[in-house]
């Protein structure tokens, strides 16, 4: 089945510091690709999304582009604020069957000092 | 435009206790579904409806029954409440339209529900 890896936190920077969080996918066809944002005590939020390959999201700064040679989309950031602070998921939507349903990885939290 | 909205917002009950959780979207949206968080587990759906009078379980669906009530709306219900249903309950919403593989899920706020 389908299934989301990302790395595993919790990831700590100092503002303006540089962002990588890794996520790579296991799916059959051609999934899109989200990433979505928790900040806390909310509810999720989408942050960017890719359709198919190589297409880059963006959005806020943050950038993911979707290499399906390395199933990989992973999320960048060049300047961090303490604001980013929040728990970052990585996530895919496969259209197999008749089953529209996103599949979640494990969720980074990432905190930004001042 | 309110969005995804859910009720309660905090719940505690004890083992064997029932509850509805109550999700209402205002966007007009076909698809719904219901998901648990809990730490280090990521999101997992439970149950989701992809049209009004359609309900189908997903991941984790035992302990739980959905009713999509009209569009608007599509709740979730603990017949007998047990520990291991702590957790904080989303629900989201999405068009579902032509191209359903680029749709974007909404999510309302979140239920937390502590079962003692």
């Known amino acids: 089945g389908d299934s989301v890896t990302q790395m595993e936190g919790p990831v700590t920077l100092s503002e303006e510091a540089f962002l990588t969080i890794n996520c790579t996918y296991t799916?059959?066809?051609?999934?899109?690709l989200f990433w979505y944002v928790q900040y806390p005590g909310e509810g999720l939020q989408l942050l960017l999304k890719?359709?198919?390959?190589?297409d880059k999201g963006s959005n806020k700064g943050f950038e993911a582009t979707y290499r399906k040679e390395t199933t990989s989309f992973h999320l960048e950031k060049g300047s961090v604020q303490v604001s980013d602070s929040a728990v970052y998921f990585c996530?895919?939507?496969?259209?197999?069957?008749?089953?529209?349903?996103?599949?979640f990885g494990k969720g980074t939290l990432l905190t930004v000092n001042p | 435009n309110a969005g995804v909205t859910q009720t309660p917002k905090f719940q505690v009950l004890k083992t064997g206790q029932s509850m509805t959780l109550q999700c209402a979207q205002d966007?007009?949206?076909?698809?719904m579904y219901w998901y648990r968080q809990d730490p280090g587990m990521g999101l997992r759906l439970i149950y989701y409806?992809?049209?009004?009078?359609?309900?189908d379980k997903g991941e984790v669906p035992n302990g739980y029954n959905v009713s999509r009530l009209n569009k608007r709306e599509f709740s979730l219900r603990l017949e007998s409440a047990a520990p291991s249903q702590t957790s904080v309950y989303f629900c989201?919403?999405?068009?579902?339209?032509?191209?359903?593989?680029?749709?974007?899920?909404?999510f309302g706020p979140g239920t937390r529900l502590l079962v003692l």
């Open positions: 989201a919403s999405s068009a579902r339209g032509v191209a359903e593989t680029q749709e974007t899920q909404y």
């Open positions: 799916a059959t066809g051609y999934p899109s």
């Open positions: 890719a359709t198919k390959a190589d």
């Open positions: 996530a895919l939507l496969n259209s197999g069957g008749s089953n529209y349903k996103l599949t």
């Open positions: 966007m007009n949206h076909n698809s």
């Open positions: 409806s992809a049209s009004e009078g359609t309900t």
